[in-house]
């Protein structure tokens, strides 16, 4: 299992253990389909007293690799990896990062020796990680019931309705048996029990009801039919890509505006990121900002050998 762990990670799974479901089945599928005993959560060996960021976890030549270093290898995996047994991720991460450390000293032992993309990408990165931090600093301050409100207000105030159409249909293969069938809806027959019996699709068990629906959401051909109806009014056959329908319109409304508790987490999350714009904005306005005049292309953001040694 080590030589797959190790392969894992060389494969850039960030992971040493693999996938859940790999590990599950190669290491827990018991014999003979009988069913896996739940694993048992292992004991403590530490007071959490006896260890924080700095302890110590394993060492390569001189380089110490720390609780620290695994606990923000481990924040940054994928969620699917973060419910892996504690045992089987912290020894993974460990191995991850020994890994990594042999592997990156075959090409620099110093950071001043690193490669050009190898320094220009913890740049970057140190800048994103910053960045992110003040984000979430941000978006953790409370958002004010007022501010939600007016947000609401002008949510409201901007609101367009739309109209939205409630209707049935029947569809069939030709043209001949749709009209028979409307024949015998306009003769007395019900339409419900006609779409049960005949239609083809769907929607027939629930007597070719297709409930409420706007525009853009059916095929032309049968949203032009609906369109110019009256509710109650039967129409077709009206042939679409799927066959040819009998339509019956039964409602008619306006579209409104949600209600305030509907919307309430999503205003909230968009009242965050307009101050959030605002205050970046500001940061630019105050900050010592100057973009050259370079003359550069933009195609020059796709040459690879710029940044090459």
Known sequence: MRSLTRAGFLAGLALAVGHPAVAQETETQPANGAEAAPAEAPAETAEAADYDASTVVARVGETEITLGHVVALRSRLPQQYQA??????FQGLVDQLIDQELLSRTLSENPEDDPLAVRLHLENERRAALAQRAVLERVEVPVEDADIEEAYDRLVEEFEPQTEYNAA???????????ELKAEIEGGADFAEVAKEHSQDGAAAQGGSLGWFGAGQMVPEFEEAVVAMEPGELAGPVQTQFGWHLIKLNEVRE??????????????????????????????EEGDVERTETG???????NDELIED
């Open 84 to 89: 892996l047994p504690d045992e089987a991720l």
């Open 169 to 179: 249909h029947i569809i069939v293969p030709t043209e001949e048996e749709a009209a």
């Open 255 to 284: 579209t409104e505006p949600p209600a305030l508790e509907e919307v309430h987490d999503e205003l909230a999350d968009q009242v965050r990121q307009e101050r959030l714009n605002a205050e970046v904005m500001v940061l630019r």
């Open 296 to 302: 550069i292309p933009p195609r020059a953001v796709r």
